[in-house]
């Protein structure tokens, strides 16, 4: 499918093991039938990791992969090497139960996905999907984030669009001639409701989404997955959600700390 011109991309970033919503977005994919789609990281770091990548795997070369820090993290928890120290203990705990859940040729998979890609479409030319940022995969940036700030971690790209995640936000920003979408979150949204957010890139442009889903059911499946924060994820990420604003405040207050 990628050896053809890209018209329609669907960018389904930090699924973060979250199955139902996944599945409900693929359900919907099948009626907007996109050339690609891109799973832009942090795939795994979630309550159903094995089935989720499972699930992407199995859609074969419809679906290009990039590495997120979560993937990175469960990496190094499955080959017993020392995780962030900045890590909490609850991190900690979850990433390498996340590890334990895959398999070796999973692992060898993740260990594998680049950080970033740069694809060609018509109509827009050349476009770089990474996680967070083009140099880091794990840098913050907001909807609030001063414009210098901006200028430093954009500096040197040469494609005029480029589409990010990490955050969990959707939202757009501008650097000069280079467009800026972060593509939201498929398993774990920061938004002013419930749902697996994405982003679709078509002939009629760049395009915000929203799927909607069975989040109680969902949310009991996920009471049931073993996870480590399962009752949390369920309640806070699934059933009810931090807002943009909310998450926003408190991200561009990390990075002022990290900064000190």
Known sequence: MTAGVIRKIAAIYDIHGNLPAL????????????D?????GDIVSGPMPREVLERLSSLGDRVRFIR??????????????????????????VTEWVAGQLTRSQRDFLAQIPERVTLGV???GDILFCHATP???EEIFTPMSPLERLYGIFAGVGERFVVTGHTHIQFERQVDKIRIFNAGSVGMPYADQPGAYWLFIGSRGFKFRRTTYDLNA???D???SGYPQAQEFAEQNVLTVPTAAEAT???ERLVQEKSR
Not at 36 to 40: E, K, W
């Open 135 to 137: 140099n880091s995969d």
């Open 218 to 220: 969902a949310a009991k």
């Open 36 to 40: 690609l789609i891109v799973a832009g």
């Open 122 to 124: 018509e109509g827009f």
């Open 249 to 251: 405040e408190f991200l």
């Open 222 to 224: 996920i009471k049931t």
């Open 23 to 34: 599945d409900a977005v693929l359900d919907q994919l099948m009626k907007e039938r996109p």
């Open 68 to 93: 997120g820090n979560g993937d990175r993290e469960v990496v190094m928890a499955f080959d017993g090497k020392p995780l962030p120290k900045t890590m909490s203990e609850n991190g900690r705990r």
